[in-house]
């Protein structure tokens, strides 16, 4: 009764979380296009939405999906058939053990077939089940091991669902092979089912059980004796036939049977079988209640971001339907690491290890931000963000088909729009005497001195400036620009002088800086060979480095030139 | 022939159409381009902007790939990708301590051996060997094009070994003259287009591009030409805007040199996806093509 009410509460959790899992997806806004507080009402219209986009869909792209890539998985065949093999191992292996074992009595017996978890091929479904999870798991952690991306970046999460579902199957192995191997189980089971009373037909059967059954019974009776043999079989055939099978079957329990073999009263008496047999009820049980909040909540979301994206490239959604794809993306993420195996810009992470530059990273970084807007994530999720090139590998090589490109597009504009943006939407908050003010105030942090030309801080760099204003004259951004005075604060020439009088303070928030095109005809035509278009170039980099920690924070809430 | 191939972010994703016709005209002209396994971001726009050290070490990493895999060239379309690898390639030329120390992060070192070269120069290579040879179907009389190259091809932080004339640059003009099109002369051909500028002070790059297609419509040319994916995308994707705001009526095509040479191959635009461009090419291409049978 108790264990029945422990396995509903599990179950409840699971669905109700699940539930409220995927009612998010409807609840919170990533992208442009949809700016309206979170509210019940809209999470509902969001969902009238998405009903209607996915029938307008049709149901044979989807279908064909849920074939295609849950099924048989050809999509990560397609990219790694060792990654293939490793995740058909797992959820093969799982739904074996689900299927068959967790729901036997929903599953098989109503079915009516002749079931009993010791006979075949029963048993050995079983142990087949445990030891392509067992297998599955094992790959997953070489893998993960040999990988220095996936090393570096692995995670709580990753560790936790693996871990369970080792636990889950060592128990069951365990508790096989003790249930193989206890006397006391097979005492009582005679004393259930064998109907005799002659002492002499019992002691035959345990001879005949603790010889060939493997059982850890003590034989009073010689083991080699065949007429006792004989007459244990005998009984057997009568009494267990029907509901035994050889355990030798059970390939993975009866080896640790044999090696338990020595210990088998020892174990009676420690009450062991009854203590696995909870340890193994619980996991699962926890198992299925962590279902909705840890990794293996990629069961449900992956299938059905798979089967919504069959329906069309994002672009080509309804833009209701669109937030909602990227936030079924981000619980369809499994933190397998590919992307980052194949974004062209991982290699930075080796040189800033802010591990929101990998894609696999920083969709995780985004969850937490758009949990909670004030996570100090932020910050390394806007940095990992705006690194990004947009170069699409990670969407062409993501195993569960979630558009990454889409998601990091959408979240720069949210990052934008809060404030987050990258320096030159900040920097315009100010003018260049406003900057200098406070810049004077928050020399250079050594730790975040990066590596530099160090162009600004080597007198030579200018010595040889004349002020001849060259720089100025062949500038397209002075020559575009009306004021020049106005729009830029100050000229390429002007700046250069800064810089010799050691003022480049006052040089940091100019908007010629800012503005500079770095098209290098400043540079290219210098007579003196200064390296103007260089040193602007540096300057920015500076002023990103000391005035960011000065800077507004959550400034103009709608910057239009974010969305350009 | 068999050249390394580095397509970087722009031709993988925005101006995809730039590598498939890349790919396909090489092949054309019987050259492989073979894409580098592995390759990472060249750092123009990521890392290489903020890091002075990753400026070097990201280009150098695809240098060694490239070398490691046997190639004595790679080609390298993206004016940006061009520009960074080759002054990455040349500075740790000048200074051996910094490639001793980039290769010691390198799971392939870069010994200097291979030759970086950008489209113009592997195209112009090709054709003085003779691949253009029977290959010109259409003349493509009629077409009026200004070659367009930009900042990138041009103008570099350091000294590089660039075949061509940084202040009047030829490359484009003598691809064209292969295939018997005389290019316009004009005054824009370096000027900048305004770069990430669109996105950061749209103004300023409007204010530019409509100089620069001021002074194309003044000359009379129907369409621009273009190696940089870059000033591509900006010039296309922009010109309704900046003409619009400039007072500019008149729109024309912006084709990559691929695109030219495809057409004047008779291969299909649609082949080489010129119909993704934003302002019309395709028209143009079929009249042009059209007067050339009517006229044989």
């Known amino acids: 009764m108790t264990t029945a009410a422990i396995a509903y509460s599990a179950l409840c959790i699971a669905v109700l979380g699940s539930l409220g899992r995927i009612g998010r997806w409807f609840w919170i806004k990533i992208g442009p296009e949809n700016q309206e507080a979170p509210s019940l009402r809209a999470a509902a219209r969001s969902f009238a939405a998405t009903l209607k986009a996915v029938s307008a869909a049709g149901l044979r792209r989807p279908l064909r999906s849920l074939a295609v890539d849950t099924l048989f998985q050809l999509h990560i065949l397609k990219h790694d058939w060792r990654r293939w ?5 797992l959820f093969y292996g799982m739904v074996l053990l689900v299927v068959l074992h967790a729901l036997d009595d929903f599953t098989l017996k109503p079915l009516g077939v002749d079931y009993m978890p010791t006979l075949n091929p029963w048993r050995f479904l079983r142990n087949l089940g445990g030891i392509m999870v067992l297998t599955g798991v094992a790959m997953a952690v070489w893998r993960c091991r040999a990988d220095p991306f996936r090393k570096r970046t692995r995670s709580l999460a990753d560790r936790l669902a693996r871990t369970f579902l080792a636990a889950m199957v060592v128990s069951g192995i365990l508790l096989e092979s003790v249930q193989i191997l206890s006397p006391a189980i097979f005492d009582a089971m005679v004393d259930d089912y064998a109907f005799s009373d002659d002492i002499q037909e019992i002691e035959a059967l345990k001879t005949y059980w603790s010889s060939s059954w493997g059982s850890g019974v003590t034989a009073e009776l010689p083991t080699d004796d065949a007429q006792i043999l004989a007459l244990g079989q005998e009984m057997h055939a009568a009494f267990c036939a029907d509901c035994h099978d050889r355990p030798q079957s059970a390939f993975l329990s009866y080896p640790v049977s044999r090696a338990l073999k020595p210990l088998a009263d020892r174990l009676d008496r420690l009450g062991l079988e009854g203590l696995l047999w909870y340890l193994h009820f619980i996991t699962a049980c926890l198992g299925l209640a962590l279902l909705p909040f840890s990794k293996f909540f990629h069961l449900l979301a992956t299938p059905i971001s798979l089967m919504v994206r069959a329906g069309g490239p994002a672009e080509a959604t309804a833009p209701a339907l669109r937030s909602v794809r990227r936030a079924m993306g981000l619980d369809a993420c499994t933190h397998c690491g590919v992307c980052s195996q194949h974004c062209a810009v991982a290699v930075i992470y080796q040189a800033i290890p802010n591990p929101a ?6 969709i995780g970084a985004l969850k937490r931000w758009t949990n909670d807007a004030q996570s100090p994530v932020a910050s390394q999720l806007a940095e990992g963000s705006f690194i990004c090139t947009a170069c699409g590998r990670c969407t062409q090589w993501c195993p569960s088909g979630i558009d990454l490109q889409d998601l990091w597009q959408a979240s720069q504009k949210d990052l934008v729009r809060r404030g987050r943006g990258p320096a030159h939407h900040w920097i315009r908050s100010q003018n260049a005497a406003q900057w200098a003010s406070g810049a004077g105030s928050k020399p250079l942090n050594p730790a975040h001195q990066a590596h530099t030309l160090g162009l600004g801080d080597n007198p030579e760099t200018f010595w040889a400036c004349v ?3 060259t720089c100025t004259n062949v500038c397209p951004v002075v020559a575009v620009a009306e004021d020049p005075h106005r729009d830029l604060d100050l000229t390429p020439q002007q700046v250069m002088n800064l810089m010799r009088l050691q003022l480049r303070e006052l040089a940091l928030g100019a908007r010629m800086v800012w503005d500079c095109v770095t098209c290098y005809q400043c540079q290219e035509h210098c007579p003196q060979g200064v390296r ?11 002023a990103v480095r000391r005035l960011q920690p000065i800077a507004p924070r959550a400034q103009g809430s709608e910057d239009a030139q974010g969305e350009a | 022939m068999q050249l390394a191939y580095y397509p970087g972010c722009s031709l993988q994703q925005s101006s995809a159409l730039y590598d498939v016709q890349s790919r396909r005209i090489f092949s054309e002209l019987g050259a ?8 990472n971001c060249c750092g123009a726009t990521s890392a290489g902007k903020v890091d002075d050290f990753m400026a070097v070490a990201m280009p150098a990493r695809n240098i060694g790939i490239a070398e490691q895999a046997g190639f004595a060239e790679m080609v390298i379309p993206c004016a940006a990708c061009y520009s ?8 740790m030329a000048d200074d051996p301590a910094l490639q001793t120390t980039i290769n010691a992060e390198l799971g392939r070192p870069v010994n200097g051996t291979l030759k970086v070269s950008s489209i113009l120069e592997a195209l112009a290579a090709l054709i003085a060997q003779g691949a253009l040879k029977d290959r010109v179907v259409h003349k493509l009389t009629g077409l009026h094009p200004v070659c367009y190259y930009g900042c990138m091809m041009t103008r570099f932080p350091c000294t590089v070994p660039v075949p061509d004339d940084v202040e009047n640059p030829q490359g484009m003009e003598t691809v064209l003259k292969a295939l018997g099109i005389r290019a316009t002369d004009w005054n824009y051909k370096t000027a900048c287009c305004g770069a990430s500028a669109v996105v950061n002070d749209p103004d300023t790059a409007h204010n530019l591009m409509a100089k620069i297609m001021k002074d194309a419509v003044a000359r009379g040319a129907n369409c621009f030409v273009v190696t940089c994916p870059m000033c591509q995308m900006n010039l296309d994707v922009q010109q309704d805007e900046f003409c619009r705001r400039h007072g500019i009526e008149e729109r024309l095509p912006v084709f990559f040199i691929t695109e030219i040479i495809g057409a004047a191959m008779a291969i299909a635009p649609s082949e080489l996806q010129t119909d993704r461009h934003f302002v019309d090419g395709t028209t143009l291409l079929k009249e042009l093509e059209q007067h050339d049978e009517q006229s044989q």
Do not use: F, G
Request: aromatic fraction near 4%; proline fraction near 2%; include cysteine.
């Open chain 1, 467 to 469: 002020q001849c204003t």
């Open chain 2, 32 to 39: 492989d381009l073979n894409e580098i396994e592995d390759w």
């Open chain 1, 85 to 89: 093999v490793m995740h058909m191992a």
């Open chain 2, 84 to 91: 960074r690898t080759l002054v990455a390639q040349q500075r």
């Open chain 1, 532 to 542: 103007v278009a260089d040193i602007l170039y540096e300057l920015r980099n500076e």
């Open chain 1, 357 to 362: 530059i990998l894609p696999s990273e920083k």
